[in-house]
């Protein structure tokens, strides 16, 4: 049955207007911005295959743009239309983010970076500098790696730190494979860069790590150096 003969309360969009977007799964979602679905297959049902095939919405727009393409029923304009979304996303919360609104709560922090790195494939290092009172002056990627490991210069950190006044830092990464269980690595680095943060009176207040299906923040678990 396609969409267009259903209840009008079951349909995506009348039931994003008259629910909000709170209300609707993540196949609804995305089967808004589908529009519309294959011979076989309406729009939902389209991105319910999607979901399942690639494991959850996240992942599916993380991916590879061969690999989506290569799936029945998206071409390139269904594939334009998921990255745009995406994009007006991520542009949406960095424009509320320096335009008043703050880094306060460390779900805010998660949201925000979270939305930022999923959709890279490799491994890659941000730094989220902000003023006095939690407002994000820069958010930048300064390290990439590969899709295990990244290497972080911390003199670098503190040069991009200090060149936007940055009065506190907060550093993010991603497991592009795995689940954001910090590994040794990420321990040490937290340290070594909250010390080095110390010595130039720049207050170092979290470690964000992005996983395949989860968010980790140091300071919410209380995590060493943040205990």
């Given at each position: 049955m396609a969409i267009k003969d259903w209840h009008k309360d079951d349909r995506p969009r009348e039931?994003?207007?008259?629910?909000?977007?709170?209300?609707?799964?993540?196949?609804?979602?995305?089967?808004?911005?589908?529009r519309t679905g294959s011979k076989t297959q309406s729009a939902i049902d389209l991105a319910r295959s999607?979901?399942?095939?690639?494991?959850?919405?996240?992942?599916?727009?993380?991916?590879?743009?061969e690999t989506v393409l290569s799936c029945h029923g998206i071409g390139t304009a269904k594939y334009a239309q998921m990255l745009a979304s995406l994009e007006m996303g991520k542009r949406y919360l960095d424009s509320q983010l320096k335009t008043g609104n703050t880094l306060n709560r460390s779900q805010a922090v998660k949201d925000y970076v979270s939305t930022q790195l999923r959709q890279h494939s490799r491994e890659v290092f941000a730094v989220l500098c902000l003023d006095n009172a939690l407002t994000l002056i820069n958010y930048e990627v300064l390290f990439t790696g590969g899709i295990s490991a990244c290497s972080v210069c911390v003199k670098q950190v503190l040069r991009?730190?200090?060149?936007?006044?940055?009065?506190?830092?907060?550093?993010?990464?991603?497991?592009?494979?795995?689940?954001?269980?910090?590994?040794?690595?990420?321990?040490?680095?937290?340290?070594?860069?909250?010390?080095?943060?110390?010595?130039?009176?720049?207050?170092?207040?979290d470690h964000i790590i992005v996983g395949r299906n989860d968010t980790l923040s140091y300071a919410e678990l209380g995590l060493a150096p943040f205990e």
């Open positions: 039931k994003l207007l008259n629910l909000g977007a709170a209300a609707l799964t993540d196949a609804e979602i995305l089967a808004i911005f589908l999607l979901i399942t095939q690639f494991g959850s919405l996240a992942e599916l727009l993380a991916a590879p743009p991009h730190a200090l060149s936007h006044g940055a009065s506190q830092l907060i550093i993010a990464h991603n497991h592009p494979r795995v689940s954001a269980t910090p590994s040794a690595a990420d321990n040490q680095l937290t340290t070594q860069l909250k010390q080095a943060c110390e010595l130039i009176d720049i207050h170092l207040i």
